[in-house]
């Protein structure tokens, strides 16, 4: 096999411009692991950029950190991964700091937070035909998954991390309010944690996809959602709500959707200007609602979305659009993905 020194990778110069570039692979260390990637999904942080709306994370970026790929070969010291492995990636982490070694890994004070390249690029290189990873942030896939899938693993694991915190029970009643990307991707970790899964949405393409992957819909536009899940639970209303959406309306919704005492409310989303939530502690104290926050992976959520995805628990396949773009068309990618209404626009990143 001819040596690999060169990466083509995408790089945001500035609003609305992408361009691939190349450059050296980086110097593999003995915990290192050559990957030739295969696909990188374009997440609302990078399109945000790409539209002007996240400019805050800086330029030249080299974006994207959904993705997955093939070991091609693994530095000296590497345990557990083998050339021909499928893996996808993880947050990078030092796994020496005490965050680390308490397991929160997306806490890591050790890593390189700012992202920004000897070279001088911002992001990940997840946008590259190949690229140099830590083997400790690479996690196994089925070899039978399609590569756009796989690189649900980082999604996933934040999803995992949310349901986890909420504490969802089998056979509990889950309101997800939302069926974009991130509210169907609940949705399906929810399903398999043996909950009935109710989702809310207004936008006639999210429900039809909701309906197909199974789960019982409330259309928004035929009347009050608050209503409309009462009546779905004989009035007593749900266990749990997922927020998927960043907004004021549905963080109020979601209190008012809870079973009369003991409920809790999932804040899965940002949103901007910041949401607020409508209601006052003296109904939280006598409902006795918790309210709970969520954001971003540890190790142990990969870990558990890999086996989500590797088993089949969870399926992936209505979350990808069905128009893929080769990484020479990066600007296209970008203004596809951009697109309200939009779930994942997939990059394959070696054809
Ligand atoms: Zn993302
Ligand atoms: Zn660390």
Redesign the pocket.
């Known amino acids: 096999m001819e040596e690999i020194k060169k990466m083509k990778f995408s790089v945001l110069t500035e609003k609305g411009h992408a361009e691939v570039r190349e450059r050296n692979l980086p110097e593999m260390g003995p915990d290192d692991v050559l990957v030739k990637q295969l696909a990188c999904n374009i997440c609302t942080t990078d399109y945000g950029q790409w539209l002007g709306l996240r400019e805050h994370q800086g330029y030249p970026m080299a974006g994207g950190h959904e993705e997955s790929g093939i070991v091609m070969a693994i530095g000296e010291d590497v345990k557990d991964l083998k050339p021909g492995d499928h893996v996808a990636v993880a947050y990078d ?9 308490r397991g929160q ?1 997306s ?5 390189d937070y700012k992202n920004l390249s000897e070279d001088g690029y911002r992001g990940k290189f997840g946008f590259a035909n190949y690229n140099v990873r830590q083997a400790r942030t690479l996690v196994k896939m089925n070899p039978d998954l399609d590569p756009s899938e796989a690189a649900f693993l980082e999604p996933l694991a934040t999803v995992c991390k949310g349901v986890d915190k909420l504490r969802l029970q089998p056979f509990e009643t889950v309101v997800v309010i939302g069926a974009g990307t991130m509210g169907l991707v609940n949705a399906q970790a929810a399903k398999a944690r043996n909950c009935r899964v109710i989702v809310t949405e207004l936008m006639e393409k999210k429900i039809q996809t909701a309906r197909a992957m199974g789960f019982e819909v409330v259309d928004v536009s035929a009347g009050d959602p608050v209503e409309q899940v009462k009546k779905l639970t004989d009035g007593k209303g749900v266990d749990a709500v997922i927020v998927a959406v960043g907004n004021t309306g549905a963080n109020t919704q979601a209190v008012q959707m809870l079973k009369k005492v003991d409920g809790r409310v999932l804040l899965f989303a940002a949103g901007y200007p910041a949401p607020r939530i409508e209601t006052d502690s003296n109904e939280l104290h006598y409902r006795r609602i918790e309210l709970i926050g969520t954001f971003g992976a540890d190790m142990k959520d990969f870990f558990e979305a890999a086996r989500l995805l590797n088993t089949g628990a969870v399926d992936m396949s209505k979350l990808v659009e069905p128009e893929k773009f080769p990484l020479d068309r990066i600007q296209d990618a970008f203004a596809a993905a951009s697109v309200p209404g939009k779930y994942r626009v997939s990059v394959l990143l070696n054809e």
């Not at 982490?93 to 070694?101: I, M, P, Y």
């Open positions: 982490s030092c796994g020496k700091c005490e965050a680390c070694r890994e806490m890591c004070t050790g890593a």
